[in-house]
């Protein structure tokens, strides 16, 4: 803590930032309310997404060995016959930060000749592309999760400085100025007292 002055505009100073300090904790305190709020929104999509990918994989599976062996999952170039393109997103925000909101996923499909690849092939790339699809959402969600994080961090932070640091600070040393202006009062009347009795002492 930084030396006080003992003086009444240090008092006013010192009252003055009191409460701002007083107004403005609500705020962050508000604000650290609604982020964690939001996290376990987020948290909650994030397992969710977690159990659609397991279960597609789960169904996905039973071609994996199939695609490796023929080589049915590249076309005659030997590209892949399905990938990711993009990821699009849109901007939001929460709580005053700016997060990335998953709308939607380009794929690039290779041609490949429909006589020459087995039967399966394309509801397999349908269910890789849900895989795909649900991977890039996951990627963008998981992104809004550091970001809140981050900022919950840092309103944390300034929710602690507030409560257990600046506002105790301030009031102890509005009390030590208090204190120290009150014992000059005091002082200041005794002397008063004392030089009106030596008046009246040579008076008489």
Do not use: C, H
């Not at 701002?20 to 609500?26: H, S």
């Not at 963008?140 to 600070?169: C, G, M, S």
């Amino acid at each position: 803590m930084a030396k006080i002055k003992l003086t009444k505009n240090e008092l006013k100073k010192q009252k003055d930032a009191l409460k701002m300090y007083q107004r403005y904790l609500p705020t962050l305190q508000l604000k650290k309310q609604q982020l964690q709020m939001e996290i376990r929104g987020v948290e909650a999509r994030l397992a969710q997404l977690i159990a659609t990918k397991e279960s597609l994989e789960r169904q996905f599976s039973s071609w994996v060995a199939v695609f490796s062996e023929d080589d049915a999952a590249r076309s005659a170039s030997g590209m892949p016959l399905l990938s990711l393109k993009s990821i699009r997103t849109s901007e939001g925000n929460i709580a005053g930060v700016m997060i990335p909101v998953f709308e939607d996923a380009e794929f690039e499909l290779s041609a490949y000749d429909y006589f020459q690849k087995p039967l399966w092939v394309d509801r397999a790339l349908q269910l890789m592309k849900q895989v795909l699809l649900t991977d890039a959402e996951f990627q963008v969600v998981e992104k809004q999760k550091n970001l809140l994080a981050a900022e919950l961090r840092i309103t944390n932070q300034r929710v602690n400085l507030f409560e257990k640091v600046k506002i105790p600070e301030t009031q102890n040393a509005i009390k030590m100025i208090r204190i120290y202006l009150g014992d000059q009062q005091t002082a200041q009347v005794v002397r008063g007292k004392i030089s009106k009795k030596k008046v009246e002492g040579r008076e008489e």
